[in-house]
């Protein structure tokens, strides 16, 4: 009988270590994105931010032939890591003299220390949205490019990384690379909607009337920015170090739930360079308001 049970238990073991293995074989498609980028390793890009390395990686899905077409270079936003927010625009090139970029799948990735994905921000550059396909020779810029990411909610925090997943293109029809010249012009926007309150903080950026901000920022950053001493202040600093850029044009507001949307702008800057930016905004009882956050 005592023979009996041993060989049940005995069972019972083997089983749940099988368990296990097959458990640990079965693979999330972000953690397959991992073992690609480890395959991969970092390039030469890496740059410390916050004592955190941050690279440009690319998936092993995208072939050879696309890796020279496309090339990125990255900016993340120092001020708001400082407050515990990752973001970052993204400067891509297409490097072919005859080739169109129809598409381009970029992410932003928080890999923790056991090398989990700890947060993702993918974004899509698309034929049929914004700015459209990447002309031949044409390189293009984009400012606060990915969703913010809140560091503060995160633990383990091992590397960031730009990631380019999907590349897709074909031959040109038209090689005349676009026009950067552009005119301001001023959008037609709706009192009190999302996009006017961008367009009040734009005006206000650009006439220095800087505690006028406060009444486009939401509350829950403001309370952050003033918590502390001379908080404002230093934000305000980092501000004035930027350039304001000649806006250009206001997009409509992207709904990202009931109360959050995106408003997308295109500005200009004295170099000539056209910059795609991204603003966050929530709604706070009637009002609209942007936020860091």
């Not at 993918?122 to 990411?149: H, M, N, W």
Request: glycine content about 6%; aromatic content about 8%; overall charge neutral.
């Amino acid at each position: 009988m005592k023979k009996k049970y041993l060989w049940i238990i005995v069972a019972v073991v083997v089983l749940a270590v099988i368990g296990v293995v097959v458990a640990l074989s079965q693979k999330t498609d972000e953690e397959k994105l991992i073992d690609e980028l480890e395959q991969i390793g970092q390039t030469d890009q890496t740059t410390e931010f916050g004592g955190i390395p941050i690279s440009y990686q690319v998936a092993s899905s995208v072939s050879e032939e696309a890796k020279k077409v496309v090339s990125i270079s990255y900016r993340v936003d120092k001020g708001l890591l400082d407050l515990g927010k990752l973001t970052a625009g993204i400067t891509i090139t297409n490097n072919s003299p005859t080739q169109i970029v129809e598409k381009a799948v970029i992410s932003l990735v928080v890999f923790g220390k056991d090398g989990s994905v700890l947060a993702k921000s993918t974004k899509t550059i698309s034929k049929d949205v914004g700015r459209g396909a990447i002309q031949p020779s044409e390189t293009r810029e984009y400012e606060y490019f990915f969703d913010q990411l809140n560091l503060k909610l995160l633990k383990d925090i091992n590397r960031f990384a730009v990631v380019l997943e999907q590349v897709g293109f074909k031959g040109a029809t038209n090689t005349t690379p676009p026009s950067t010249t552009q005119t301001s012009v001023t959008p037609t926007v709706v009192a009190g909607s999302p996009e006017q309150v961008v367009k009040s903080f734009y005006q206000a950026w650009a006439e220095g009337k800087y505690e006028d901000l406060k009444k486009y920022l939401s509350s829950a950053d403001l309370q952050r920015l003033t918590s502390t001493a001379n908080g404002y202040q230093q934000w305000v600093d980092s501000l004035k170090q930027k350039e304001v850029p000649t806006l250009i044009s206001v997009a409509g507001a992207e709904s990202i739930s009931d109360s959050r949307v995106q408003v997308k702008t295109v500005v200009l800057y004295k170099d000539g360079k056209q910059v795609d930016m991204f603003w966050p905004l929530v709604k706070e009882g009637t009002e609209w308001k942007i936020t860091l956050m």
